[in-house]
């Protein structure tokens, strides 16, 4: 595993070394849901996995347990703090500091995008461009998984949840964190053909979806 230092930097690199030890320390809230994102994105050993705003790698550890997992791996982060606390990965996988806005990954040259937890953070100019690159760098039978959060399915999170966190959202600004948010019309609009999603409600309250190119 290596981080490349010549990768372009994004202004939004904005984890201290502090913050990147902070989210270390909630990970068990998304292991639930990163677990089900690397279930459903089912690389292949000789498939290019490419993992959006991997932090500190924890679901690119998740993949590596795998006993098919791929030969071949990137992570990717704005963070240059998060990345130094990333542990050893597998011969082979490396990790990029960079910007998921622009991408340095060639046209169609990934067969698997992951994303967890990045675009529910973002405001919805922001989102376009990261959804619009992951559309560019797919092959054409490639697939992403994107994980945000959500609100639990069936009568009570409709009916009660969700007005909830529409006027809790309200108040708080885009990039908060805490606002839940359904990716599914903004990968359509992105020319990405939601599949399959799976709502996980151990630890944080997640949606994964799974997604194909049109």
Do not use: K
């Amino acid at each position: 595993m290596s981080v490349d230092p010549d990768a372009p930097l994004s202004t939004s690199g904005w984890a201290s070394p502090l913050t990147a030890r902070l989210y270390d320390r909630q990970l068990a809230f998304e292991r639930s849901a990163l677990g089900v994102a690397v279930d459903l994105a089912a690389p292949g050993p000789d498939e290019l996995v490419l993992d959006l705003a991997t932090g500190t790698g924890a679901l690119l550890r998740r993949l590596a347990q795998r006993a098919d997992r791929p030969r071949r791996a990137i992570g990717i982060d704005a963070s240059g703090a998060m990345l130094r606390r990333a542990r050893p990965l597998p011969d082979g996988w490396r990790l990029i500091n960079g910007d998921a806005r622009r991408l340095p990954i060639d046209d169609g040259s990934v067969d698997v995008v992951t994303c967890a937890y990045l675009l529910h953070l973002l405001d919805p100019a922001a989102r376009r461009a990261v959804l619009g690159e992951i559309t560019r760098v797919l092959t054409p039978r490639g697939r992403v998984v994107v994980v945000t959060l959500g609100i639990p399915d069936g009568l009570v999170g409709r009916s009660l949840l969700a007005p909830m966190q529409r006027a809790l959202c309200r108040g708080l600004s885009a990039g908060s964190g805490w606002c839940a948010l359904d990716p599914e019309p903004e990968l359509a609009a992105a020319g990405l053909a939601p599949r399959r999603r799976r709502v996980c409600t151990r630890g944080y309250t997640s949606l994964c979806v799974l997604a194909e190119p049109v």
